[in-house]
Nanobody, 113 residues
Framework: QVQFVESGGGLVQPGGSLRLSCAASGISFDEAIMTWHRQVPGQAREWVANMFPGGANFYDDSVKGRFTISRNDANGTLYLQMNSLKPEDTAMYYC???????WGQGTQVTVSS
């Protein structure tokens, strides 16, 4: 059974940092293109970042230079280091394997003073 379990969200002040984690199971993680997405209530889910097997990564322009995606293939975990957070980064964050029909429960990130 494919499963993605996100954690690490919380309330942080503008300019602060958070590190999100995603534990994946039921997939060949070391061969998977892994992604982070985010969604604000009432809006469409949007792509944030991708990471390919071997390490190539890509970011949406809105987070480039502030967010870093990484992975640990040994334990099937995906990470998102988020620095210099802005109020507009407030959203529910989700990870998944690219193209999967399965979504986790997400982890809430709130950036507010």
């Amino acid at each position: 059974q494919v499963q993605f379990v996100e954690s690490g969200g919380g309330l942080v002040q503008p300019g602060g940092s958070l590190r999100l984690s995603c534990a994946a199971s039921g997939i060949s993680f070391d061969e998977a293109i892994m992604t982070w997405h985010r969604q604000v209530p009432g809006q469409a889910r949007e792509w944030v970042a991708n990471m390919f097997p071997g390490g190539a990564n890509f970011y949406d322009d809105s987070v480039k230079g502030r967010f870093t995606i990484s992975r640990n293939d040994a334990n099937g975990t995906l990470y998102l280091q988020m620095n210099s957070l802005k109020p507009e980064d407030t959203a529910m964050y989700y990870c998944q394997e690219a193209g999967s029909q399965t979504w986790g429960q997400g982890t809430q990130v709130t950036v507010s003073s």
